[in-house]
């Protein structure tokens, strides 16, 4: 999520924020003997049912980057972001599952799924991390999961879990803007990047692909850095709005007789300067595109659509095509189509 920071309020287990001046003096060590081989700690596939939307920010100032020297990530970010498509998702009960074995060192549950907004993220304050496990894997390593379902919680202070094992659902409690996990790893209490092996200050590596970092294979085997993505693309029968994107997808079938016929993407990690270009074409000469205008600033979030309002008394009978792509630096980056076939009859 944007701009917020992860923390448990749980004595010892608490995580303790350092400053990024100190950040900024320490040397960034590489993981070595005693470190965890993490798996994905939700039950999900990548790239289709679940999505990285951040990762650890290793910028100890005021910019962003990641470790592939991108931006997906956001200001003092210290860990990674596994996003479902929607909190329609998250109801059905996506399993987190443990990124290593380990013992359970702090447990906390009961804390609803909501999503925050201006007005509402006071009554989260010191418990931003809302439900959440911390695990310690020994030799000063621990993982922290972050916004698990209400009352999915499974495990308890002291149980031991094998890697792989269900520790309850993710969910979208504490101070979560969308249904996510949010991982961190730590050793010794400084926040590392699973994607390195090092700490927040280490040089960020432009050839992502040959970094193993802390990952087993069979992360690695699924894994691709991606700097933007397609989450979803289709038609509606009316324009979706943003915010309700992140509670049902937004959408609603259209029919023949909709108010309107819109073809949209959901994308994140957009950079400045990236152009979404939509077009959709159909019977009875339907057409509608977008204008191709570079956005003004990064978007870690974004919905594009082009379509129209209905005028006759129902749409052309016929196929439906559409189809959005991603430029960056003049090169399609991200592209993919959609079709929609509306029958003759009602």
Same mark, same amino acid.
């Given at each position: ?7 448990? =309020? ?13 950040? /900024? $003096? ?7 003997? #005693?470190?965890? !081989?993490? #798996? ?38 210290? =860990? ?13 009960? &996506?399993?987190?599952? /443990?990124?290593?074995? #380990? ?16 007005? @509402?993220?006071?009554?989260? +304050? %010191? ?30 202070? $002291? ?8 520790? =309850? ?32 200050? /280490? ?6 692909? @040959? ?15 991606? @700097? #933007?993505?397609?989450?979803? +693309?289709?038609?509606? $029968? %009316? &324009? ?25 993407? %959901?994308?994140? @990690? ?9 077009? &959709? ?30 005028? /006759? !008394? ?13 430029? %960056? ?18």
């Amino acid at each position: 999520m944007c701009g917020f920071q992860h923390e448990l =309020g749980w004595g010892a287990a608490a995580f303790l924020t350092v400053p990024a001046m100190v950040l /900024a $003096g320490l040397p960034a060590a590489v993981a070595g003997s #005693g470190a965890p !081989s993490l #798996g994905l700690p939700v039950a999900c596939e990548l790239g289709r049912s679940c999505f990285i939307q951040s990762y650890v920010d290793i910028d100890p100032g005021e910019g962003v980057v990641d470790f592939a020297c991108g931006t997906a990530t956001y200001s003092d970010h210290d =860990g990674t972001d596994f996003r479902l498509l929607s909190a329609r998702e998250a109801a059905v009960g &996506v399993p987190v599952k /443990a990124a290593a074995s #380990g013992v359970v060192k702090g447990v906390r549950d009961g804390m609803p799924d909501q999503f925050v907004t201006a007005e @509402n993220r006071g009554i989260v +304050a %010191r418990r931003e991390c809302g439900n959440g496990i911390v695990l310690d894997h020994g030799d000063g390593w621990e993982t922290q999961c972050c916004h698990m379902q209400a009352g999915s919680v499974r495990v308890s202070t $002291g149980d031991r879990v094998d890697k792989g094992a269900v520790l =309850g659902h993710v969910g979208y409690s504490g101070l979560a803007e969308f249904a996510h996990l949010h991982l961190t790893v730590r050793h010794n209490g400084a926040a590392i990047d699973p994607f390195t092996g090092a700490e927040r200050t /280490a040089l960020c590596q432009r050839e992502a692909a @040959n970094i193993t970092g802390l990952w087993d294979e069979a992360f690695r085997a699924d894994f691709k850095y991606k @700097n #933007g993505e397609i989450l979803a +693309a289709g038609f509606s $029968g %009316r &324009v979706p709005e943003l915010k309700a994107t992140e509670v049902d997808g937004g959408e609603t079938a259209p029919g023949a007789t909709s108010p309107e016929l819109v073809f949209y993407a %959901r994308l994140i @990690n957009l950079k400045a300067g990236d152009i979404v270009r939509l077009d &959709v074409k159909g019977p009875g000469g339907f057409a509608a595109t977008t204008a191709p205008k570079p956005l003004d600033r990064s978007k870690a979030t974004w919905l594009a659509f082009a379509g129209k309002r209905l005028k /006759a !008394s129902r749409w052309a009978p016929g196929r439906y095509e559409g189809r959005v792509e991603v430029v %960056r630096a003049g090169s399609v980056l991200l592209e993919a189509s959609r079709s929609w076939d509306l029958a003759s009859t009602p």
